[in-house]
């Protein structure tokens, strides 16, 4: 395939993408616009295979912010503006993924290590999506990630067991897709860790700092994934 078809190819994917995103209600108008610009990015660095890890990450996590929503607005737990991400969200999630789609094109001999990096900024991006979406319908027992006393639900900082073990449920998604697309190995692994690293280190920054109102959960987001990135990374580095 040549780089322009490729190209072309992308561009009508990201389209379609963006207009059933704006169509349903899923992004913002700007939402929807940051998501076309870092699906390009992400393309650029890790192919059609990086662009279906941030389908893969926006597709569950749509799913289980609309699961049960009826109950999650019920008990104050919905999302704000009927769920729709805007641009901020956006690139809370997948903000640390652009970076690395561009960082791997433009440092061609980096792209396996920023691609791996990419995919586990979305592990985590995943893993705390479907933890808090659904550990917040099927979690039995909630507890504060700092003092492990019982906490409200729903509240930031706030874990269950279940909600993590579906979190990891989200990594392993995340990590099977990318080792069919890039070769199975240890990767699989590192990318369950580096998933739940950056999930366990959301609860952490929530329940401590944004709890204080000293960040927004935008910020907690972002860091999230950035967590992930570099426990994949280091993991891969490792001796």
């Not at 890790?46 to 893969?56: E, N, P, R, T």
């Not at 597709?59 to 503006?81: F, H, I, M, P, T």
């Not at 639900?153 to 897709?177: H, K, M, P, Y």
Request: glycine content about 16%.
């Amino acid at each position: 395939m040549t780089t322009t078809l490729r190209f072309g190819l992308i561009v009508l994917l990201l389209g379609l993408g963006m207009a059933y995103s704006a169509r349903a209600g899923k992004l913002t108008t700007a939402g929807v616009w940051t998501g076309g610009v870092l699906g390009l990015l992400i393309f650029l660095g890790s192919g059609f295979a990086g662009v279906g890890l941030l389908g893969l990450f926006f597709g569950l996590g749509s799913a289980a912010s609309a699961w049960q929503v009826a109950d999650k607005r019920r008990l104050g737990l919905a999302e704000a503006n009927k769920g729709r991400r805007t641009a901020g969200q956006v690139l809370a999630n997948a903000g640390v993924a652009g970076v690395l789609g561009l960082a791997g094109w433009y440092w061609p001999a980096q792209a396996s290590l920023a691609q791996l990096m990419l995919a586990g900024s979305f592990a985590a991006a995943t893993a705390d999506t479907l933890s808090s979406e659904l550990g917040n319908i099927y979690g039995r027992r909630y507890y504060n990630m700092v003092t492990w006393r019982p906490d409200v639900r729903g509240q930031n900082g706030v874990v269950s067991v279940e909600g993590t073990l579906l979190g990891l449920a989200g990594s392993a998604l995340v990590a099977g897709a990318y080792c069919v697309a890039f070769g199975w190995g240890p990767a699989f692994g590192w990318l369950l860790v580096a998933g739940t690293a950056g999930n366990l280190a959301d609860s952490l920054i929530g329940a401590t700092l944004e709890r204080r109102h000293y960040v927004t959960n935008n910020v907690v987001n972002l860091l999230n994934t950035l967590v992930g990135a570099l426990t994949a990374a280091g993991l891969a580095l490792l001796p």
